[in-house]
């Protein structure tokens, strides 16, 4: 029981310090959620199903490994091969993000144009294309929708994709003592910590944020969630973080 319970603290500091340590795990969503102007509730929603998404995968594998009595040095570099395609992934959705971002931002770069009238009066119109053409361009409109449903979806697969590189061999502690209520409830106290706290972090900077006017910087603010995805991809690759 002892040994359980050691086992079971071990989880949970692993979980927590793998998450706090993994830039990865929270800021895509405060990025993309501030650019899109998501509620808080949204926000972590979209983080909860997201954080079960990215647990699910390696407890499958995980699973597999205890049953089929696969050795760890196998699972792990499967692990790592699913961390290399979730990397990736994440650094070009961030750049394709990070594009579209510039490209919205010049169509909303405010101009003016001089009107003449019959009477002959003249007055300065300002604007900018991407409010004042809305209501006429109808085919604007799917190229906003799909990329609303596409960021929430990309992440999603993206993490998915992404292993949880220490779950598995705490699965197999257990597992060698044929343990497998211990291997139930490890696996449980893993995926609820890394849950947790991925949903604090982002639930806490996503609120302090709320806070900071960007009135000035706005129409950046795709770009720069962009960029910061792609900045967490590059740490991925660059430092296995």
Not at 3 to 9: F, R, S
Not at 12 to 36: C, E, N, Q, W
Not at 72 to 85: F, P, T
Not at 195 to 215: D, E, F, P, Q, R
Request: glycine residues 10%; hydrophobic residues 50%; neutral net charge.
């Amino acid at each position: 029981m002892e040994n359980e319970i050691l086992l079971l603290w071990g989880a949970a500091s692993v979980a927590f310090i793998h998450t706090l340590l993994g830039p990865d795990h929270y800021l895509p969503f405060v990025a993309v959620g501030k650019a899109r102007g998501w509620s808080l509730s949204k926000t972590g929603l979209i983080t909860l199903i997201c954080g079960l998404g990215h647990s699910v995968g390696s407890i499958l594998l995980g699973i597999f490994g205890v049953f089929a009595s696969s050795y760890v040095s196998q699972l792990m570099n499967i692990e790592g091969i699913r961390g290399d395609a979730a990397a990736w992934s994440l650094m070009a959705f961030g750049l394709l993000y990070c594009a579209w971002g510039i490209r919205k931002s010049f169509n909303e770069k405010p101009h003016s144009h001089w009107h003449t009238h019959a009477d002959g009066t003249h007055h300065n119109h300002p604007h900018s294309h991407q409010q004042d053409h809305a209501h006429v361009h109808a085919e604007k409109a799917p190229e906003k929708l799909s990329m609303k449903i596409f960021a929430p979806w990309a992440l999603f697969i993206i993490f998915v994709l992404g292993p949880c590189e220490p779950l598995i061999p705490l699965m197999m502690v257990p597992a060698a003592a044929g343990n497998y209520v211990g291997v139930f409830m490890t696996v449980g106290v893993f995926t609820a910590v890394t849950i947790a706290t991925m949903l604090s972090v982002v639930m806490l900077s996503s609120w302090g944020l709320k806070s900071v006017s960007v009135n000035g910087l706005q129409k950046y603010s795709h770009a720069f969630a962009g960029g910061t995805i792609s900045m967490c991809a590059f740490g991925m690759l660059a430092f296995g973080l």
